[in-house]
């Protein structure tokens, strides 16, 4: 899935470390959702496959903020994801264009 010119822009706003800081609790809460609804990893690009979502959110760090909203963006475009899921995901978006 390509991203649009928006959705870039806001994971390079990421790579700034002060703004991805303040953004890792939302991932946080995105992730630990992930985990909650079982959603399919085959999308996702994660470092360890064998890695949950809940081990993800405990050990996030500030580098990782631009990847978990690439997930966000991601999921929420995807058809079979639970609404649960794909509001967290808005919820994420939202709270780094608010930063």
């Known amino acids: 899935m390509e991203l649009d010119e928006n959705a870039l822009k806001l994971i390079r706003k990421c790579e700034d ?5 303040q953004g890792m ?3 946080q809460v995105m992730l630990q959702e992930m985990d909650k609804g079982k959603v399919d990893t085959e999308f ?3 470092d360890d496959p064998n890695e949950s979502y809940m081990q993800m959110a405990q050990r996030i760090k500030p580098e990782d903020v631009p990847s978990v909203l690439r997930m966000a963006f991601k999921m929420r475009e995807r058809p079979n994801v639970s609404p649960e899921m794909k509001n967290s995901a808005n919820r994420l978006i939202r709270a ?3 930063l």
């Open 17 to 21: 470390r002060e703004v991805a800081t």
């Open 25 to 27: 609790g939302a991932c």
């Open 44 to 46: 996702m690009e994660m």
């Open 96 to 98: 780094i264009e608010a």
